[in-house]
């Protein structure tokens, strides 16, 4: 019997600890900066989270790339060689084409692996939404089940991740095209704040904005206390764009809030998401009500 090899992406900003401890494979992203193709891993290899948002902060421009169907074909390829199968979970085919390479990748690997298994699963999600579906499945690997049943589960988990983020600025969102110039202009002028999610769908969008900073943050704290399930039995992340001191007040508000969490983690936001959100960006990430949420298309 083939072993089962559990496979992401960069973007899912998994803790390097886990990564190791659980012989999770990874297929990288990039980011362009200043002329160059960089890279992107978990442990922060080829560029500090400081760098980073320094360059972010003096403005330059940085564009982040989707991982190469090259890349993708020799990680996949490695674990195959080693006698694995793979299921691998990829970002949200709404926000990355990854998954869609993916998908192109296992048919052609296929031919010369014939008597392999390769589950592409598009997580509905990006960051430590990823990171909750890969933990999801690891412990389904672990209590025993099939390579069908882990799939089946992770699937059936994907829109009970909660996400709700916000940003300091629209300005990197409008440098990333996920609003345009005008809009971002003026949000910044009045201090609208959106709030971001994953939808049922996978879109990363707003689902309501809110005006000023401490509101956006009083707000993703309320959504987020409204929406999680059995906080007791879970480790929550927050996430943030080099700004500790934001994480840290959430922090204090979700202590001051009575609910009782089996853990809180504290994560900097990887380059993959962290250029389109940019510095200041904080969110909230757990298991909770199923996400039914669904933008306008």
């Not at 990039?30 to 980073?52: K, T």
């Not at 409008?174 to 609003?179: C, G, L, R, V, Y």
């Not at 504290?266 to 909770?288: D, K, N, S």
């Not at 009500?289 to 298309?297: G, I, P, Q, R, S």
């Amino acid at each position: 019997m083939r072993n089962i090899r559990i496979m992401t992406d960069s973007c899912a900003d998994l803790p390097v600890s886990y990564q190791e401890e659980k012989n999770i494979a990874v297929i990288n992203f990039s980011i362009y900066l200043n002329g160059q193709e960089i890279y992107v891993d978990p442990a922060w290899s080829n560029i500090s989270s400081a760098s980073l948002y320094g360059f972010l902060r003096k403005g330059v421009r940085v564009w982040t790339l989707p991982a190469t169907l090259h890349e993708i074909r020799t990680r996949m390829r490695e674990v195959l060689e080693e006698g694995s199968d793979i299921i691998y979970i990829g970002t949200s085919e709404r926000q990355s084409t990854t998954v869609t390479k993916a998908r192109r990748v296992a048919k052609s690997l296929q031919k010369d692996f014939p008597d392999a298994r390769i589950a592409i699963v598009d997580s509905l999600n990006a960051s430590i939404g990823i990171t909750l579906c890969v933990k999801h499945a690891v412990e389904c690997l672990e209590k025993g089940m099939d390579f069908d049943e882990i799939v089946a589960s992770t699937e059936a988990m994907r829109n009970n991740v909660i996400q709700f983020a916000t940003v300091d600025t629209l300005t990197y969102l409008s440098k990333a095209n996920k609003i345009n110039a005008r809009s971002a202009a003026l949000g910044n002028l009045f201090k609208v704040k959106p709030i971001l999610i994953s939808d049922a769908l996978g879109n990363q969008t707003a689902m309501s904005r809110v005006k000023g900073r401490e509101n956006s943050i009083n707000e993703i704290v309320r959504l987020f206390l409204e929406n999680i399930v059995e906080p007791e039995n879970q480790v929550i992340y927050i996430i943030h764009g080099d700004d500790a001191a934001v994480a840290k007040t959430v922090k204090d508000k979700l202590k001051q809030s009575g609910v009782t969490f089996k853990g809180i983690e504290t994560i900097c936001i990887g380059a993959v998401v962290g250029v389109t959100t940019g510095p200041g960006m904080v969110g909230l990430f757990g298991l909770g009500k199923e996400v039914t949420f669904k933008a306008e298309e």
